[in-house]
């Protein structure tokens, strides 16, 4: 840690006061919106609705903390509901595009078949397309075959929309890993499907890291295919949906809303900072998400 | 593309009934699969058994069935064609691999957009012509400021992000609690926009000048004697301020780039201008922004496409009213307010040229760095 810190800062030179006074700066003015959120959670509607958060946070203790928005919020405002169905979502939408990306990436690098090197170039190259170009269709598609507001449409759904990503990212990975160590699992009579099990899988485990954070923060956070594919009916509804709308009805909701606000940021937090490492690996490695 | 491996010739075995048993094996995975989402999305399913034990019931089918559902295929229809004989099985192999993902690519990206496009010219309103979905939406005022506003956000998010995100990287090469400085910086990027947007609906809270201020900005704004300015609803200070929410949330993204960037800079370089005598400031402009200028396009392109096709933060904070319209948003609007699809496949294609120009400067980009594909 010292030695890098002392590498790095030879580029910059040492910072003296005015440098530190910058990046404190910085560091409170990106803190404080969500510090003010957190903090307004805690309070009782009565007082978050009449002071400013901070006058609770300047006396702490005459200020009555208390966690009712967390309890009201996950009991009657639906939230629990949606937080369940933000899971059901999140997970498989991340683990489906991953496998059927590293299957796809592995051939692409090192199976030999005709109109290989054409077929890679068109899904890199759909990295380019927003979803938005694909939303009309698919809702007609959906509509007609009543997949609209279920939890394998929007599934599949993410799956195509971070597929492009995925199988680009994981292919330069791939791509490469040493030949001679598939050349000696064919000799000890390995299939393709094997040493992609056996070899390919746990070797690109960094890469396979780094676009599941990605891809799992994409599609919790994500508003517009939920809002197009789920919908808003509560039995399915996810997280972002339920914000919005509980959003919208600013007013009567205020101490509600900051309490499901936290509730929906909580765990991509904590998997982002759980993970930072492999995330930061994957934007270096290029990130164009279409 | 890599050299392909050798593949060993599987030997020729005569397993016909092993070929029918995979059929059989698969049609089953796919009755099991079919019966589970059946009963995913059947709502009497889960009642019985009370409202917390049913719905993580159903979340974990859910993910049983997601998951293992998709391996499950894989596994069969691998050991299916390795049960054929070696000539049929060596030219189908690669195709059990990509096919599924080239599947979904192809239902899900290839054959929309296509749609898309032809849609945004076909599907016109009674009279109109070939254009007409787009000579009406250019004609629409709602359109215009849409448009205009893209332009706008164009404009100042990326840049911004890229300025402030370059300045606390280098700032913070030169502190001791780098790290920990940068994860608060870094925070936000794990935020979805909808959060937010609800964190910034506080910040920018306005009262009645003279009341107690909840906003923190309408607080110090009152408290040195000025007059509290309703943020959101002020033509055109709204839309800037949605700019900062994107801002704030791209910054962690522009530093970690740059942050690594810098510090790939030779340490000789940067030396030896300051033995020439070069001042800091000299030799952030001069020597860094330079070495660095390749990182820098590649953030502040991928920043530009993410701006250009917001939605979630114009549609939480004021619903594209009072001059904030967005074209991503125009486009939800048409397909679920005013149900006009061609106007939202018009909309769709406006995004998507607009989204090419700064795709094309990235990848070239991306290509020069040699990370390209």
Not at chain 1, 65 to 78: E, Q
Not at chain 1, 95 to 113: C, G, H, R
Not at chain 1, 130 to 152: A, D
Not at chain 2, 283 to 309: D, W
Request: net charge positive; no cysteine.
């Amino acid at each position: 840690m010292t030695a890098r810190v002392e590498r790095s800062s030879g580029v910059t030179g040492k910072g003296g006061w005015a440098v530190r006074i910058s990046v404190l700066l910085i560091v409170v003015l990106w803190t404080i919106p969500s510090l003010g959120l957190l903090v307004s959670s805690l309070r009782p509607a009565s007082e978050a609705t009449s002071t400013g958060w901070w006058t609770a946070f300047f006396s702490p203790f005459s200020t009555q903390w208390t966690l009712d928005n967390y309890a009201n919020v996950l009991g009657r405002g639906g939230m629990f509901d949606a937080f369940i169905n933000s899971l059901i979502v999140t997970i498989p939408a991340t683990v489906i595009p991953i496998t059927l990306a590293a299957f796809a990436a592995y051939a692409f690098a090192w199976i030999k078949f005709r109109g290989r090197a054409f077929l890679f170039a068109v899904v890199v190259g759909l990295l380019v397309v927003p979803l938005q170009m694909s939303l009309v269709p698919l809702l007609r598609i959906y509509q007609s075959t009543e997949m609209t507001g279920t939890f394998l449409g929007i599934w599949l759904a993410h799956t195509g929309f971070g597929l492009p990503l995925a199988i680009y990212l994981l292919y330069n990975y791939i791509s490469q890993l040493p030949k001679d160590i598939f050349e000696s699992a064919y000799i000890d009579g390995a299939t393709p499907f094997t040493a992609f099990t056996r070899l390919v899988l746990p070797l690109s485990f960094p890469a396979l890291a780094s676009f599941a954070i990605f891809q799992f923060l994409w599609v919790w956070n994500d508003l517009l295919v939920a809002l197009v594919f789920l919908g808003t009916t509560s039995d399915v509804s996810v997280l972002t949906v339920q914000l919005a709308s509980l959003a919208g009805t600013r007013g009567e909701a205020v101490h509600l809303l900051t309490a499901a606000g936290f509730v929906s940021m909580i765990v991509p937090v904590i998997v982002f900072l759980a993970l930072q490492r492999f995330f930061v690996r994957g934007l270096l490695a290029g990130s164009v998400k279409g | 593309m890599s050299e392909a491996v050798k593949l060993p010739t599987p030997v020729e075995n005569g397993r016909k009934w092993a070929a029918l048993r995979d059929v059989a094996i698969g049609a089953g995975v796919i009755f099991v699969i079919w019966l589970g989402l059946r009963i995913l999305r059947d709502p009497e399913a889960f009642a019985g058994m009370g409202p917390l034990a049913g719905k993580l019931l159903q979340a974990l089918l859910a993910i049983v069935l997601g998951i293992g559902g998709i391996w499950a295929l894989f596994i069969v229809v691998n050991a299916l064609v390795e049960d054929l004989p070696a000539r049929v099985a060596v030219i189908l192999r690669p195709w059990v691999f990509v096919l599924p993902a080239l599947a979904v690519v192809g239902v899900y990206l290839v054959y929309p957009a296509i749609r898309t496009i032809i849609q945004s010219f076909t599907e016109v309103p009674e009279g109109g012509g070939v254009l007409s979905n787009y000579t009406d939406a250019f004609a629409d005022p709602a359109v215009q400021i849409a448009l205009r506003n893209n332009v706008i956000w164009l404009l100042v998010a990326p840049t911004a992000a890229v300025v402030i995100g370059l300045a606390f990287a280098a700032l913070a090469d030169r502190v001791k609690y780098e790290s920990l400085a940068k994860t608060f910086v870094f925070v936000p990027l794990a935020i979805s926009m909808v959060g937010a947007s609800v964190i910034w609906g506080f910040v920018y809270a306005w009262r009645v000048p003279g009341q107690p201020q909840v906003g923190i900005i309408n607080a110090v704004i009152q408290y040195f004697g000025g007059e509290p300015l309703a943020f959101l609803q002020e033509i055109p200070i709204n839309t800037f301020a949605m700019i900062v929410i994107m801002i704030w949330l791209q910054v962690g993204f522009a530093m970690v780039i740059l942050s690594a960037a810098i510090k790939g800079v030779p340490v000789e370089l940067t030396e030896a201008a300051r033995i020439d005598g070069a001042s800091e400031l000299q030799n952030f402009f001069k020597i860094l922004i330079p070495s660095i200028r390749g990182s820098i396009i590649t953030v502040f392109t991928t920043i530009a496409i993410a701006v250009l096709k917001v939605f979630d933060i114009v549609f939480v904070l004021t619903g594209g009213n009072l001059e904030t319209e967005v074209i991503a948003l125009r486009m939800f609007d048409a397909m679920f307010r005013f149900r006009n699809f061609g106007q939202a496949t018009a909309m769709a294609v406006i995004l998507f040229v607009a989204v090419i120009p700064i795709m094309v400067v990235n990848v070239r980009n991306l290509r020069k760095q040699g990370i390209g594909a």
